[in-house]
């Protein structure tokens, strides 16, 4: 017979060698984070959330007698070890490690994008980059015109009419079955397709939960502005602005166009506008930036004032946009 014994690592990576300080203290992303920021010290080196330390597998976080384990670790004798390489996270007395890197683990409520891949009999299969593809029932969606009423048989087979393969949309996590499928729905004027805009894909473990995960960026970012939807599931969508109102079925809000597959026509500025800020999204993203709405705005800002109209943002450029807004040297870090 043999023993196994396991062995901390020397040293722990501190998320603040990631994410500077600058930052981990903007109020938007304090806000969003839905942990105790209390934070815990004990004999074993346990760090709280406000430190975000990161562990690796087998690595002793605190004494079991004093919290409970959760996610992402178990017990081995009197302590509570990581099973994963992750982030710790506490919750009251509860210690859980969250994933550097995984697929979306969607919760009731959360506000995800996706796109369709399949139409069946009731139901969209719809691919919202999680473990299992997500179900959109046919009773879970507004008809055209804001009409609500029963589904009869033939909206059955309109079924594709209102969302065929491939169409992107917003929705919302209803509740999850059984087998861990997500069912999602749309009953509600801010959901539904998706138009006038593209698609970027980030690490899900940037999208913080947040008070709203729709935002508008106003002119002069374009004519019209620019809106972001930051799905929790890592999928942004970011388009061509509209009011208030018609994002939210007030005045000027086209119920009858909410499934139709065209785009409106959007001038070059419009363009110019859109691929800036998803520009900005995509540098944040990259260098592992958790994103906010304040994040985005304040990115925007700064490339107003240093990049001449709403041009491409070079590698110099957006250099100079981590150091300054972000407080990351990139070069430093390298």
């Known amino acids: 017979m043999f023993s196994v014994t396991t062995l901390p690592p020397s040293s722990t990576l501190s998320f603040a060698d990631d994410?500077?300080?600058?930052?981990?203290k903007h109020p938007a992303e304090l806000d969003a984070m839905d942990v105790d920021d209390?934070?815990?010290?004990?004999?074993?080196g346990g760090a709280g959330p406000s430190k975000r330390t990161v562990v690796t597998p087998g690595e002793v976080i605190t004494s079991s007698k004093e919290y409970m384990r959760g996610h992402g670790t178990y017990v081995e004798e009197v302590n509570v070890v990581s099973s994963v390489t992750g982030t710790i996270e506490r919750v009251n007395k509860l210690i859980s490690v969250k994933p550097l890197r995984s697929r979306y683990n969607p919760e009731?409520?959360?506000l995800v994008i996706g796109r369709i891949n399949e139409v069946g009999p009731q139901r969209w299969r719809v691919d919202a980059n999680g473990r299992q593809d997500a179900v959109l029932m046919l009773s879970s969606v507004n008809l055209p015109g804001g009409v609500q009423r029963r589904k009869i048989e033939s909206d059955a087979l309109k079924m594709r009419e209102f969302l065929a393969e491939g169409n992107l949309l917003v929705a919302e996590v209803q509740s999850l079955l059984g087998d861990g499928v997500m069912s999602?729905?749309?009953?509600?004027?801010?959901?539904?397709k998706l138009r006038n805009g593209f698609l970027l894909t980030v690490p899900p473990q940037l999208i913080r939960r947040l008070k709203s995960h729709f935002h508008h960026i106003p002119a002069p970012c374009g004519p019209t502005g620019v809106d972001i939807i930051l799905g929790l599931n890592g999928f942004v969508w970011v388009s061509s602005g509209t009011s208030q109102e018609r994002r939210e079925g007030?005045?000027?809000?086209d119920a009858e166009g909410v499934y139709s597959d065209k785009n409106d026509d959007i001038t070059p500025e419009g363009r110019q506008a859109v691929s800036l800020i998803a520009n900005l999204i995509k540098l944040l993203a990259r260098e592992g930036v958790p994103l906010t709405e304040t994040l985005i705005n304040e990115a925007y800002s700064w490339a107003a004032k240093n990049v001449p109209g709403d041009g491409p943002l070079s590698d110099r450029d957006g250099e100079r946009m981590l150091l300054e807004v972000v407080g990351l040297d990139i070069h430093h870090r390298a």
């Open 250 to 253: 007030g005045e000027g809000f």
């Open 19 to 24: 994410i500077p300080s600058s930052h981990r």
């Open 38 to 44: 209390g934070g815990f010290e004990d004999e074993y």
């Open 184 to 192: 999602l729905h749309t009953r509600s004027l801010k959901y539904g």
């Open 108 to 110: 009731v409520g959360d």
